[in-house]
């Protein structure tokens, strides 16, 4: 007699492995334990004496900028840099948005523009200040000109790959629909190209800040380029590294608020950080 057979299904439930200890620490704790090890580096570095009278030790890049904040100077160098980033920056956003779009909507705009956008944005900035200041003179608006080219045309080529990378389907689907060029333009195409705009907002600020050093060299007399450049002419490597710090430091906030901005608006949509 033939015993009975369950025929009834194998759940098989897979374990689930492990996390390494790697995954399983904070990436906030992380981020502060690289900071740790830069500082120690930097500070062993900093004790030789060849390197030393290039990199300044940690201490005494502390004691400056206490020093030169007491002073008041400092705040107004860092004040007048982010005006002018800022300046150039956001003139650049104003002027990039509807210029991408066109050359992604239109094929004759295209045509027309984007082998210009090509060609200046192989020249560097500080290739443009003799023309600037010759145009402008050594004011303001100079300095915010040159740093509004380089964000121009670093946002505009962002831009406009978002416009051109829109998923057909999507608008396949909408002219189904009945929607107008109009409507699939407002609807569409802009919604999908927002998270490309917030990239180029992040591109377009590190620009403006690596562009801030040569848009100074236009005539200033304020503004952490000014002062790193000065510093540089008096040998007070001190002051050099503090505005190197002081501008990598505001640079990575304002990336982060981006970032931050990007996760509450364009959160429904994944794109690559």
Known sequence: MQGNINTEPVIQVQKEKPKSIWKRIDHRVM????????????SLLSTIPSVNAILT????IAKTFVTELSNQKLITDILASIYRVLGGFLLGLLVAIPFAFLMGWYDIFRSLFEPWIQFFRTIPPIALIPLVIVALGVGESAKIAVIFVAT???????IYQGVRNVDPTLIKAARVLGATDKDIFLEVVVPASFPYILVGVRLGLASAWTT???????????????????AGLFFRM????????????IGFV????VLW?????????????
């Open 57 to 60: 030790n940690p201490v005494t």
């Open 212 to 230: 801030l050093v040569a848009a100074e060299l236009t005539g200033a007399s304020k503004g952490l380029g000014n002062m790193i450049m000065e």
């Open 254 to 257: 304002m990336d982060k608020a």
């Open 261 to 273: 901005l990007e996760k509450k608006l364009a959160g429904w949509q994944e794109v690559s950080k």
């Open 31 to 42: 981020v502060f334990v690289s900071l740790l090890f830069g500082i120690l580096i930097w």
């Open 238 to 249: 001190d002051l050099v590294i503090l505005g190197i710090i002081l501008i990598g430091l």
């Open 152 to 158: 121009f045309l670093v946002m505009v080529v962002s």
